[in-house]
């Protein structure tokens, strides 16, 4: 769940460059697994919090934008899990999202 501020920034007739910092939330939905190298069922246990840092373009089509937006997601906490019954730390994520959409600006 991110919480971004973007500063949108028009190049030219109906092109914008956007970038945006902000904080996240990373809440896990009952992943279960094997680790490599460990005996016993994984069980995501943690909620993690981190940094966003975006980099976003749009192109003015009909009532919205088309958007490409490049995301990098810092985690500030580690991923703990839980392995037969003992809780343990697994990872740090660090790590790039990029996505195509298409967004409708609500103005108010």
Partial sequence: IPVL??????????????VGVGPYLSIPVGLKGKLDGEDGDFDFKAVNFGAAF??????????GNIVLDIRYMLDFTKTQGEIDGESVDIFTRRGFEFGLGYEIPLNF
């Fill in 54 to 63: 975006d980099v976003n373009a749009g192109y003015k089509v009909g009532p």
């Fill in 5 to 18: 501020v973007t500063l949108k920034l028009p190049l030219f007739e109906g092109f914008t460059l956007g």
